[in-house]
């Protein structure tokens, strides 16, 4: 019986297999850094609490809807562009492809056509 296992290539089974072995790396290092985080603010609280202050205020002095607004003007300004180069990179594979083909005979029917009644 064939399974959907049987289908999948080899080629595909390692990059699945690396993949998986990546996100679990990087899941047992978060957990690694979380514990570190959590025995330095165990040790020292109110240092902890104080950086925690002082990075809440630089990120609320920073212009972030600025920022945010100037890269969306920026994907907006360049989505016409990207779409005029993805349609000529489509035509222009079109056209290649067209080209690579040989051209084909024209059809013949291969019965003749009947003839018109006499009268």
Do not use: W
Request: charged letters at 25%; aromatic letters at 6%; one cysteine or more.
């Amino acid at each position: 019986m064939n399974t959907a296992d049987d289908d999948v290539a080899p080629e595909t089974r390692s990059i699945e297999s690396r993949i998986g072995q990546f996100f679990n790396e990087a899941r047992e290092t978060l957990r690694e850094r979380c514990a570190e985080c959590e025995a330095q603010v165990r040790k020292s609280p109110t240092q902890a609490l104080l950086v925690a202050a002082g990075i809440g205020y630089v990120l609320n002095k920073l212009p972030l809807g600025t920022i945010v607004a100037a890269l969306i003007r920026l994907i907006v300004m360049l989505l016409r562009p990207a779409a005029i180069l993805f349609c000529a990179v489509k035509v222009y594979d079109l056209l290649k492809e067209k080209q690579q083909k040989p051209a084909s005979a024209p059809v013949t029917p291969t019965t003749p056509p009947e003839p018109a009644p006499p009268f």
